[in-house]
């Protein structure tokens, strides 16, 4: 078979599901390094765009900051232009982002037929649980965590991970090399922590992977790479995790299960210390899914 | 992957040029045109309001200044100001690292620590919100149903009357322009990556 169609790849970036004759092309997918690698630089295109919505209400610095760029550069011409959009700045105060700000939160707009209410429904009631790989049941569209919405019973495997730390971490193999400060502009991959990535309890069995913090002129960054990870709906989120509560996104894996991160610059790598690599869907929550699949520790 | 940029409009274009050639006039245009979006990088990434309009502030005066290493050939102006910005971002978040130290910081974030995003996401995000901003009408309305609503194409054709046909092109063009925004401008490859070019 020849490749997938480009409006086909599209489609199942954006997770639609595959029509009912579509096992030829499901077969192709599945021995298709061209293709995947397409879809999963579109998926990861999907999500940063999804994860706009974020900024959908209209921003404008206040006009005092263009006084002072004016000042700054003493610009002789320096009418403003644009102060009339000043009022704008009102409304968008200043915040972290995150699903903790309700107030700026998704499908508030106009122009869409579906409101947040109905963005639930729509994706339970319309979409069959029918991922790339069908033995892979439990990659529902639909879940909308921590809204009460049920989640599909198909899971086979992660929801019970979040009590088995301690489990998880027997076995992982994790190296403290040293972590330099960058000191003249070149990427340091000397400098690096390291972590063996494997499996976790009750979760897909043959993966592995290796994550090395690597010191550049940007701040750290994690360099993760995985194989064996199931082909699923959905996308591969990168964390860093304290071995108890707290989780810190940093980033989507990227195609070919690979990834460079960065890493928050304030970050204490201590605390930290465990890299964990979870199946997300799109579903607008944030939070962990639950469903982890790789687990390794940097240790200290 | 520079033979794909986006081609920029003639409105883009010439604005570029001004700007390059240093008339003054036209940083308030710049300004008007891309203060909204630079702002955004700063106010999502630092706590401080007076923190973000720091750094709208310093990124447009560190433009201006180095308006002559702007290349529109690697880029989108929007991309190389974002890129500016993220790197003011990166360095207070570092001076923030510096007077507070690492555990103190982390304490002070408390819980909500794991929402800040980074730095080099947000201005992902900002690129592509850039992008999605200069698709047409009608494209954008349909890869807006798609994306925020989750809307399959079958229901977006309903919602819009559109043909389906159309609303899959529409679908795979938006995709394919935003995907090249992406990868031309994105953090990790464009103006934003500081010469460190790596694959994701």
Same mark, same amino acid.
């Given at each position: 078979?020849?490749?997938?169609?480009?409006?086909?790849?599209?489609?199942?970036?954006?997770?639609?599901?595959? $029509?009912?004759?579509?096992?030829?092309?499901? $077969?192709?997918?599945?021995?298709?390094? /061209?293709?995947?690698? %397409?879809?999963?630089?579109?998926?990861?295109?999907?999500?940063?765009?999804?994860?706009?919505?974020?900024?959908?209400?209209?921003?404008?610095?206040?006009?005092?900051?263009?006084?002072?760029?004016?000042?700054?550069?003493?610009?002789?011409?320096?009418?403003? !232009?644009?102060?009339?959009?000043?009022?704008?700045?009102?409304?968008?105060?200043?915040?972290?982002?995150?699903?903790?700000?309700?107030?700026?939160?998704?499908?508030?707009?106009?122009?869409?037929?579906?409101?947040?209410?109905? %963005?639930?429904?729509?994706?339970?009631?319309?979409?069959?649980?029918?991922?790339?790989?069908? $033995?892979? $049941?439990?990659?529902?569209?639909?879940?909308?965590?921590?809204?009460?919405?049920?989640?599909?019973?198909?899971?086979?495997?992660?929801?019970?991970?979040?009590?088995? !730390?301690?489990?998880?971490?027997?076995?992982?193999?994790?190296?403290?090399?040293?972590?330099?400060?960058?000191?003249?502009?070149?990427?340091?991959? !000397?400098?690096?922590?390291?972590?063996?990535?494997?499996?976790?309890?009750?979760?897909?069995?043959?993966?592995?992977?290796?994550?090395?913090?690597?010191?550049?002129?940007?701040?750290?960054?994690?360099?993760?790479?995985?194989?064996?990870?199931?082909?699923?709906?959905?996308?591969?989120?990168?964390?860093?995790?304290?071995?108890?509560?707290?989780?810190?996104?940093?980033?989507?894996?990227?195609?070919?299960?690979?990834? /460079?991160?960065?890493?928050?610059?304030?970050?204490?790598?201590?605390?930290?210390?465990?890299?964990?690599?979870?199946?997300?869907?799109?579903?607008?929550?944030?939070?962990?899914?639950?469903?982890?699949?790789?687990?390794?520790?940097?240790?200290? | 992957?520079?033979?794909? @940029?986006?081609?920029?409009?003639?409105?883009?274009?010439?604005?570029?040029?001004?700007?390059?050639?240093?008339?003054?006039?036209?940083?308030?245009?710049?300004?008007?045109?891309?203060?909204? *979006? &630079?702002?955004? &990088?700063? *106010?999502?990434?630092?706590?401080?309001?007076?923190?973000?309009?720091?750094?709208?502030?310093?990124?447009?005066?560190?433009? #201006?200044?180095?308006?002559?290493?702007?290349?529109?050939?690697?880029?989108?102006?929007?991309?190389?100001?974002?890129?500016?910005?993220?790197?003011?971002?990166?360095?207070?978040?570092?001076?923030?690292?510096?007077?507070?130290?690492?555990?103190?910081?982390?304490?002070?974030?408390?819980?909500?620590?794991?929402?800040?995003?980074?730095?080099?996401?947000?201005?992902?995000?900002?690129?592509?919100?850039?992008?999605?901003?200069? +698709?047409?009408?009608?494209?954008?309305?349909?890869?807006?149903?798609?994306?925020?609503?989750? +809307?399959?194409?079958?229901? @977006?054709?309903?919602?819009?009357?559109?043909? *389906?046909?159309? &609303?899959?092109?529409?679908?795979?063009?938006?995709?394919?322009?935003?995907?090249?925004? #992406?990868?031309?401008?994105?953090?990790?490859?464009?103006?934003?990556?500081?010469? &460190?070019?790596?694959? #994701?």
């Amino acid at each position: 078979m020849q490749h997938a169609d480009s409006d086909q790849l599209a489609l199942i970036a954006l997770g639609e599901p595959l $029509a009912d004759d579509a096992a030829e092309l499901t $077969a192709h997918l599945e021995r298709c390094d /061209v293709c995947r690698r %397409e879809i999963d630089t579109l998926r990861q295109t999907v999500t940063l765009a999804r994860e706009t919505v974020e900024y959908r209400g209209e921003v404008r610095p206040p006009e005092a900051v263009w006084d002072r760029i004016s000042s700054e550069l003493g610009l002789t011409s320096a009418p403003g !232009v644009g102060s009339s959009r000043d009022a704008e700045v009102s409304g968008d105060a200043p915040r972290l982002s995150g699903p903790d700000a309700p107030g700026d939160g998704p499908m508030v707009r106009g122009s869409a037929a579906t409101g947040s209410d109905a %963005e639930g429904a729509v994706a339970d009631g319309t979409r069959p649980d029918d991922a790339l790989d069908p $033995a892979m $049941a439990g990659s529902t569209v639909s879940a909308l965590r921590g809204t009460g919405a049920h989640r599909a019973s198909g899971r086979r495997w992660g929801k019970a991970v979040a009590g088995l !730390v301690a489990a998880v971490l027997i076995g992982v193999v994790g190296t403290l090399v040293a972590v330099r400060p960058w000191q003249d502009g070149v990427v340091r991959p !000397v400098a690096a922590s390291v972590a063996s990535l494997g499996p976790v309890p009750g979760g897909p069995g043959g993966v592995s992977g290796r994550a090395v913090v690597v010191q550049g002129p940007d701040g750290p960054k994690l360099d993760i790479s995985a194989s064996g990870l199931p082909l699923q709906r959905g996308y591969y989120e990168v964390w860093v995790f304290d071995g108890k509560v707290k989780m810190v996104a940093v980033g989507v894996l990227g195609a070919n299960s690979k990834a /460079v991160l960065a890493l928050p610059p304030t970050l204490d790598l201590r605390t930290y210390h465990v890299v964990d690599i979870s199946l997300e869907q799109y579903d607008g929550n944030q939070t962990h899914s639950e469903t982890s699949v790789l687990r390794g520790t940097l240790t200290s | 992957m520079s033979g794909q @940029i986006r081609r920029l409009s003639d409105e883009e274009l010439a604005l570029a040029e001004r700007f390059r050639g240093g008339d003054e006039t036209v940083l308030r245009e710049v300004y008007d045109r891309y203060g909204g *979006l &630079v702002h955004r &990088v700063g *106010l999502s990434c630092l706590s401080s309001h007076h923190e973000a309009e720091d750094v709208t502030q310093a990124t447009f005066v560190a433009a #201006w200044r180095g308006r002559e290493s702007f290349d529109p050939g690697r880029g989108t102006l929007a991309g190389w100001l974002l890129g500016i910005a993220r790197r003011q971002v990166v360095d207070r978040l570092r001076v923030i690292h510096r007077d507070h130290g690492i555990a103190a910081a982390v304490r002070q974030s408390g819980p909500g620590y794991s929402d800040e995003p980074v730095p080099e996401r947000v201005v992902d995000r900002l690129v592509l919100l850039d992008e999605l901003r200069q +698709l047409t009408a009608e494209q954008r309305r349909v890869v807006e149903l798609a994306f925020f609503d989750d +809307l399959t194409h079958v229901q @977006i054709a309903g919602v819009t009357g559109l043909p *389906l046909g159309t &609303v899959k092109s529409h679908l795979r063009r938006g995709l394919a322009r935003l995907r090249t925004r #992406w990868e031309v401008d994105g953090a990790a490859r464009g103006f934003g990556s500081a010469g &460190v070019d790596r694959a #994701w």
